[in-house]
T-cell receptor, first 122, second 113 residues
């Protein structure tokens, strides 16, 4: 249980185009989803926190007009990189947290991560 | 604010060697502490966690004890295997609901046979 998927796993696009990345919780309702960005050989940098049905909260320095986040349902959040440029090339990872199904041995303080999306902007 | 500091690698060990990856934290209140592992080409996986002082998290032979007096959560394994080669991240979750994990910079472990 507690599986989070991301789609696509890898995307290559031309500079100036927009790319949408989906994050889905497959077997639980994710009241909160998080979007991270990971640079090569670096740690994860939190971009934004997304609660279902409300606007995302962006971290300082993250352009909310460039990285559009939508959390329309308890199982789906999307990140759209608008007018992508080569410097946006990175590994984008989402995570999701509870509430979890009962008996699953999970707790609401645990975040489960998607496998990530590798974005390359040419 | 909350932060996590972990030793930077790479850490290179021979198979069956003892592993320690240090992690210390700064936080207000009583955070939960985690170790995540990222195998090459894959996403993050939860390795173990501890939610209160003196708790010991363990999984797959790895252990870490939540030490509030030293604000540490060091990861240990008595005998590493080649398959343990990965990047290990120490992380902290603040006490407030709905907060995101704060990660250390990650430590790359390379185990050779």
């Amino acid at each position: 249980g507690a599986v989070v998927s991301q789609h696509p796993s890898r995307v290559i696009c031309k500079s100036g185009t927009s790319v949408k990345i989906e994050c889905r919780s497959l077997d639980f309702q994710a009241t909160t989803m998080f979007w991270y960005r990971q640079f090569p050989k670096k740690s994860l940098m939190l971009m934004a926190t997304s609660n279902e049905g409300s606007k995302a909260t962006y971290e300082q320095g993250v352009e909310k007009d460039k990285f559009l986040i939508n959390h329309a349902s308890l199982t789906l959040s999307t990140l759209t990189v608008t007018s992508a440029h080569p410097e946006d090339s990175s590994f984008y990872i989402c995570s999701a947290s509870g509430p979890f199904f009962s008996g699953g041995g999970h707790s609401t303080d645990t975040q489960y991560f998607g496998p990530g999306t590798r974005l390359t902007v040419l | 604010g909350n932060s996590v500091t972990q030793m930077e690698g790479p850490v290179t060990l021979s198979e069956e060697a003892f592993l320690t990856i240090n992690c210390t934290y700064t936080a207000t209140g009583y955070p939960s502490l985690f170790w995540y592992v990222q195998y090459p080409g894959e996403g993050l996986q939860l390795l173990l966690k501890a939610t209160k002082a003196d708790d010991k998290g363990s999984n797959k032979g790895f252990e870490a004890t939540y030490r509030k007096e030293t604000t540490s959560f060091h990861l240990e394994k008595g005998s590493v295997q080649v398959s343990d080669s990965a990047v290990y991240f120490c992380a902290l979750l603040g006490a407030q609901a709905g907060t995101a994990l704060i990660f250390g910079k990650g430590t790359t472990l390379s185990v050779s046979s």
